[in-house]
């Protein structure tokens, strides 16, 4: 079964950010892009799917990155931006763990964070305000998350196809 979250999720194709935006709201519109194309390769798929490891010898699922993602939120926009604590929920090594038994949770992790770190960088300045937690500009912190989300997207994308067994676009 699909988790619920998914479920209640508008996974639709979105379209690609207007280019004539100004460049910080280019930078956050594609981070959003990113996100929700990130996001959409989990559709179709169980609990099960989302978690198992379907190109061996590969220890890699969509929800491994689901979980790696959850992490690269955090340590580079809501603590990297934000500061306090750092907290790395999943240790040193987030992409192999994960069951069919914890992707609710697991997702519920992914979009708190997510949504934790909308917050910080709607309360930032400007793009070059650094960040309270690793220092960096918060410009040079949007272009590493989208970069983060495009890589780990298409490597969600070919674990999907390969957890559904058939190309289902």
């Given at each position: 079964m699909i988790p619920v979250r998914l479920r209640t999720m508008d996974l639709t194709p979105?379209?690609?950010p207007d280019p004539s935006l100004e460049p910080r709201a280019l930078l956050e519109a594609w981070l959003r892009y990113q996100r929700h194309e990130f996001v959409r390769k989990m559709r179709d798929l169980t609990s099960g799917q989302l978690a198992e490891w379907s190109v061996p010898p590969l220890e890699l699922s969509v929800l491994g990155l689901v979980r790696h993602m959850t992490q690269m939120n955090h340590v580079y926009l809501s603590w990297g931006l934000g500061g306090g604590e750092q907290v790395l929920a999943y240790g040193d090594d987030d992409y192999p763990g994960g069951s069919a038994d914890t992707v609710d949770e697991d997702l519920d992790r992914y979009f708190a964070e997510v949504d934790k770190?909308?917050?910080?960088?709607?309360?930032m300045d400007s793009l070059d305000a650094p960040g309270l937690g690793h220092g960096r500009p918060l410009g040079a912190t949007l272009l590493k998350m989208i970069d983060e989300?495009?890589?780990?997207?298409?490597?969600?994308?070919m674990l999907r196809f390969a957890a559904l067994g058939e190309l289902r676009r």
């Open positions: 979105a379209d690609q770190a909308q917050q910080i960088v709607g309360g989300y495009a890589l780990h997207a298409g490597q969600a994308h």
